[in-house]
């Protein structure tokens, strides 16, 4: 997996919300291309000392996009949502997860997530969240941010996995 960043030049001069949303797009993408070409072994394997895994990291995704777009804007409870009360638990996989099945339900996520901010301005507050009412252009940096961070995590496991095969010079 290669993140290509995007460099169309009508990207360079968009308006900030629609600049937002393409990066928080390519990075949504990224992480669930991740699983791409992988098997059901290999997607599970464990190759660090925390749960973190690369069809975990795209549950993880889900998890993140049900709290900061769905439990952030619809103010409803993570129990109401049907997701874990923790991040840490987020990343734990059922048997029945798969991914084709986890792959699924993250682009519902995604989905979801660009209905519930479609009518929404950069400086709406969103109001569900633990910390209290935050901008949507605050919680769309934050959620930009934690994505980058596991689009590194998944080169790398993903990079470990195929035992470097994926390296690009």
Not at 12 to 27: N, P, S
Not at 121 to 149: F, I, K, S
Request: hydrophobic fraction near 40%; proline fraction near 4%; charge should be neutral.
């Amino acid at each position: 997996m290669v993140f290509q960043p995007s460099v169309r030049p009508a990207v360079f001069h968009a308006a900030f919300r629609d600049q937002f949303e393409v990066f928080l797009d390519e990075h949504r993408s990224a992480l669930h291309d991740s699983l791409n070409g992988l098997t059901e072994e290999q997607a599970r394997r464990l190759l660090v000392a925390s749960r973190t895994t690369l069809l975990g990291l795209v549950k993880h995704a889900t998890f993140v996009e049900k709290v900061w777009f769905d439990e952030g804007i619809s103010c409803r409870s993570r129990a109401e949502i049907g997701i874990p009360d923790s991040p840490d638990e987020s990343f734990v996989l059922r048997d029945d997860d798969t991914i084709a099945s986890v792959q699924r339900a993250h682009r519902q996520a995604c989905a979801a997530s660009r209905r519930a901010t479609a009518a929404l301005t950069l400086d709406d507050l969103v109001r569900g969240n633990r910390r209290g009412p935050l901008p949507l252009r605050w919680v769309y940096l934050h959620v930009l941010r934690e994505l980058a961070q596991h689009c590194g995590h998944a080169d790398i496991l993903r990079e470990q996995i195929l035992g470097g095969t994926t390296r690009h010079d």
